[in-house]
């Protein structure tokens, strides 16, 4: 396997990575990773020690610590990136406070470079940076202990972003009542960890899931609520409206929440939100806190493109071009409640929390 | 919404009309007495001259004890003389205190004092036997002297700061006597205030507060704060419209004896006197369009507008509670004083007939041209002999700010440019010498220029850049200088950019705008905002500059933007507004009336180079004519899609947590 695979051009490999995860992914493997993260250290040394002996050998690579991570289907990218920073640190040999910064930054412009079109990587590394670095521990006179702080400070940080999905949920179901239909657009993990969860509360609900073309999410989802006895139905993409008088929500995940309070999500979102806007239905949008981005799309045009290949399963007529685009922005006038590990919070507050983060 | 509410309104005018003294206590009085037809003023008319604050008005308390004040009972005319000439009101006080009456009634005017001190718990039978308690204290029978009270109560009301500058004379002859005066004098309003309560209940609640206000102030004297000068109220309500009256009949008094005389006390003294009509104001604008809902308000208000005289005669109904542009009459009159300015500094001299003239134009170019005249002011100052620094500095600076609130109403961001200057000179540590102390100060200054204005515009045109994209449409109103900072950036960096400038008149100084992007070679179209629905098809972006941001996102800027965002929302094109954050402020507006500057009338009814279009060359004979030349309005954070500060770019929704956050660092950088 490419040990440092650059995204292929055209093609966004946070998308890429998401369709491995979703290949395997299955109701057991989550419940491992649910087991571990339980178990409260998940942050298993023996990846970030096996770097730390390995990195005397040869030269620590940011890139092979972070997919290392990745590779773990549970893990979102953001954690993985943050995991690796973390190991970034422990491994760093730099000797004063200021030539770790340098350090830790240059490995998260590394991370972020390698993937670009990723809002949650660059998100969380910046994250990360403001987090860890952050503290008093710069101050300290003995440089290891200082580092120490930082380590510490690293992993609760990924601790924090771990359990960031299980806060959610339990924010989340509360939302959730009996006799409910939630219309749910794309395979977001942290909607599929709401929903569990309410469902292990013996709450009644029944879900519609979108098809999510081009690369089938409703379906992997669908298949998971399935398994947990939740009743399902699957639409396709364009039936959204004529679904959306029997549904009482829309729950959606996101890639990215942006400053404005919206979100940057699988293509399609800003329709149903919009319909369901237009229908007076609740949109409710689960993610983890280190979603949150610096940046302000005005339109759907002022984002970086994500491209993600499109099978129509039919030979296209030569001349005809095909909208490539991954993802798009909902205007956080269509949302009506984020979920949050930070809180519930309505769309205008994650500028307060970015301007608190940030500045 | 609650200031539409009756019985407030009712109750607000009189707020107003305090003014300055003691805020709430007396203006009601007047009012009542002066809308003879409102049902609860059944009393005679004459009433208004007894007067509430010396306590015994007729209007307010039960029959068997006015009788006596009815003999006193001086009809309108004479009321308005005391009101029109404070010097009447200045010559009785002294009177006043010079008579034995006064000298003697030490337990009047400790009672007064206690009632004063404890009025917040006060109830109105309470106060309504207090004031009885006092008027029967008090040598009713000397009708000569309430007249007199009277009289100097309504200067107080009505134009406030001269009677003041009066009263501080009178302290500085008496100084023993003038603190317990002054305390007799709220206390005296106060009574009327406790003796209206019988007949509004909205009325007395507001007064109390008010009068918690005042008291608090006077407890509060020492300390220093800016709050001598909100300016920001300045623009907000007709408070200010009063204040400026009655500053325009100050600077002489003001020359006379501030400088002159002054001695620490009696600039403290003033300061406090300042405060809590201030404060006051900045809580209790009234809404000022209630009075106009009916005729006799209205009539009253002409009735107060004599005071005023050099007013327009055909103010717009809604705006009359803004101060009137009188700049016409004014520059003539303070050109020729240009030489005997003896508290004025010549800098800031300068700039306030730059002002008035309209030289200087644009928030920052006015702010920085205060900030300027400021700084040359304190390095040229010295402390006089036996004065604190720190306190004649603060009063000197107010009064700079007053002669320039003369000049033109400040600009929100003037106001919080202020608010930093009396900041830093109140944190000035006693120990400091002098000289030390001043160039600190102006480093201070400097710095904010630097910081708070040019750096910003720097940070504010690296993120708008971004937000340009080859083949744009720009579209801007008017002439803001960061936009234009912004868009000749843009164009150096290689963005491949159109702009549409539209521009509207009178000011026309879209023009400017154009003249330099077309120097610079930067393709435009000009275009007025009557063409604005048809050209905002073509733009994918419109970029806009504030006079200030307020926190509830509305956006406060020149007369017109409001139009523009909104069509362009109509359109769904992106509205960014680019505003340093020193410009935001903690008021909430709702819309354009309550707080506007009015300019020049006749530059809208006169069109330069059109020679037939004079239908309106002698407006001022149509009686039912009137002419609305607003500076601001204020455009809904609805239609606002981003705001571009130093702090990054925000929703709108974000201006409240960058007040908040910010604030402190902005005063104390």
């Known amino acids: ?359 | 919404m609650d200031n539409r509410r009756q019985p407030r309104t009712v109750s607000d005018p009189k707020v107003r009309q305090v003014g300055f003294v003691t805020p709430g206590a007396a203006p009601p009085a007047r009012y009542l007495s002066e809308a003879p037809t409102d049902p609860a003023a059944t009393s005679p008319p004459s009433g208004e001259t007894a007067l509430p604050a010396i306590s015994i008005s007729p209007v307010m308390i039960p029959p068997p004890r006015h009788s006596p004040s009815a003999p006193l009972a001086v009809p309108n005319p004479a009321r308005r003389d005391g009101l029109q000439n404070q010097v009447g009101g200045y010559n009785t006080l002294e009177v006043l205190l010079g008579s034995p009456p006064l000298t003697s009634p030490s337990s009047r005017t400790d009672d007064a004092v206690s009632q004063f001190s404890d009025d917040p718990s006060m109830s109105p039978c309470d106060g309504r036997s207090r004031a009885a308690k006092v008027a029967s204290s008090f040598p009713g029978s000397s009708g000569e002297m309430m007249v007199m009270k009277a009289g100097i109560v309504g200067g107080g009301s009505n134009t406030p700061k001269s009677s003041w500058t009066t009263a501080s004379v009178a302290a500085k002859t008496r100084p023993d006597i003038s603190e317990k005066e002054r305390g007799a004098f709220v206390g005296m309003q106060n009574d009327g205030a406790g003796a209206s309560k019988t007949f509004k209940e909205k009325t007395t609640k507001a007064e109390r507060r008010a009068l918690q206000e005042a008291q608090r102030a006077t407890k509060a004297a020492a300390k220093e704060s800016g709050a001598g000068v909100k300016l920001s109220a300045a623009p907000g309500g007709a408070v200010p419209a009063n204040t400026k009256q009655g500053k325009v009949v100050k600077p002489p008094a003001q020359k006379k004896d501030g400088p002159q005389v002054a001695n620490t006390s009696v600039s403290s003294e003033k300061k406090v006197v300042d405060r809590p009509p201030e404060k006051d104001r900045k809580k209790d604008v009234p809404p000022p369009r209630m009075q106009f809902d009916d005729i006799h308000r209205v009539e009253k208000a002409k009735r107060r507008a004599v005071v005023y005289q050099f007013e327009a005669k055909n103010r717009v109904e809604l705006f009359r509670h803004l101060p009137q542009y009188i700049h016409g009459t004014q520059l003539p009159d303070l050109e020729t004083k240009f030489f005997q300015l003896d508290p004025m500094h010549p800098s800031v001299y300068k700039v306030g007939l730059q002002y008035l003239s309209g030289n200087i134009l644009g928030g920052n170019a006015r702010c920085i041209a205060m900030l300027l005249a400021f700084r040359e002011a304190i390095r040229d100052y010295s402390t006089p002999p036996e004065k604190a620094l720190v306190r004649d500095l603060t009063a000197k600076i107010s009064s700079y700010v007053s002669f320039l609130i003369e000049c033109r109403p400040l600009s929100i961001s003037m106001g919080n440019a202020i608010r930093f200057i009396k900041n830093r000179i109140a944190k000035l540590p006693d120990t400091m010498p002098e000289s030390e102390a001043k160039s600190s100060l102006q480093s201070d200054i400097d710095r904010f220029i630097n910081e708070k204005i040019v750096i910003a515009d720097k940070v504010i045109i690296r993120h708008a850049v971004t937000k340009i994209r080859d083949g744009d449409v720009l579209l801007t109103y008017g002439l803001s200088c960061v936009v234009e900072m912004l868009l000749v950036y843009a164009h150096e960096v290689g963005k491949q950019f159109r702009v549409v400038i539209v521009d509207s008149r009178p000011n026309l100084d879209g023009q400017v705008l154009l003249h330099r992007l077309v120097a610079k070679g930067i393709n435009c179209t000009y275009t007025h905002l009557n063409a604005i629905s048809y050209i905002m098809l073509e733009v994918t972006r419109v970029f806009l500059g504030a006079a200030s941001v307020l926190s509830n996102g509305t956006v406060y800027s020149r007369v017109g933007t409001a139009c523009v965002a909104m069509v362009a929302n109509a359109f769904r094109v992106p509205v960014l507004i680019c505003c340093e954050a020193y410009k935001f402020h903690e008021r909430v507006q709702l819309d354009s009336i309550c707080s506007n500057e009015l300019g020049d009338p006749d530059v809208i009814s006169k069109v330069p180079g059109q020679k037939d279009l004079n239908h309106l060359d002698n407006r001022a004979n149509i009686e039912n004519l009137q002419l609305l030349n607003l500076t601001y309005d204020v455009t809904p954070s609805d239609f606002v899609s981003m705001i571009i500060t130093d702090y990054g770019m925000l929703p709108p929704s974000s201006v409240p947590v960058i007040v908040r956050e910010y604030r402190r660092e902005n005063l104390w950088i």
């Open chain 1, 1 to 359: 396997m490419d040990p440092n695979p650059k995204p292929n051009h055209g093609i966004s490999a946070y998308y890429k990575t998401r369709a491995e995860h979703h290949a395997i992914i299955s109701g057991d493997w989550l419940a491992q990773a649910q087991a571990a993260t339980a178990a409260g250290h998940p942050l298993e040394v023996p990846p970030a020690s096996a770097t730390a002996l390995s990195a005397a050998s040869k030269p620590f690579s940011i890139i092979d610590e972070f997919n290392h991570w990745r590779r773990k289907p549970d893990l979102a990218e953001a954690v993985a990136a943050i995991m690796a920073l973390v190991a970034g640190i422990r491994s760093s040999d730099a000797t004063t406070m200021m030539e770790l910064e340098i350090e830790l930054k240059k490995a998260s412009d590394a991370l972020k470079s390698w993937d670009t079109t990723s809002i949650s990587l660059s998100a969380a590394c910046d994250l990360f940076m403001r987090y860890v670095t952050r503290t008093s521990a710069l101050e300290y006179e003995d440089f290891h202990a200082a580092k120490l702080r930082l380590i510490e400070r690293g992993e609760k940080f990924g601790e924090i972003s771990l359990k960031a999905r299980r806060t959610i949920a339990m924010l989340g179901q509360d939302f959730i009542f009996d006799g409910c239909t939630i219309l749910v657009h794309g395979f977001s993990r942290v909607v599929l960890e709401v929903l569990k969860l309410a469902s292990s509360n013996r709450k009644l609900f029944r879900v519609f899931c979108t098809e999510g073309r081009p690369d089938k999410t409703g379906l992997g989802l669908s298949k998971e609520l399935a398994a947990l006895g939740i009743p399902v139905k699957l639409l396709i993409d364009s039936a959204v409206a004529y679904a959306m008088d029997e549904v009482d929500m829309v729950l959606v995940g996101a890639d990215g929440i942006v400053e404005s309070g919206g979100i940057i999500n699988m293509m399609g979102t800003y329709q149903t939100a919009l319909i369901a806007h237009s229908m007076n239905k609740p949109v409710y949008v689960a993610a983890e806190s280190y979603k949150f981005a610096r940046l302000y799309p005005l339109d759907q045009k002022d984002l970086e493109p994500a491209l993600r290949p499109v099978e129509f399963g039919v030979p296209i007529p030569s001349g005809v071009e095909i909208e490539k685009s991954a993802r798009d922005y909902t205007p956080p006038h269509y949302l009506t409640l984020l979920f949050t590990d930070l809180g519930v919070l309505t769309p205008s507050v994650v500028s307060d929390e970015l301007i608190q983060l940030y500045l």
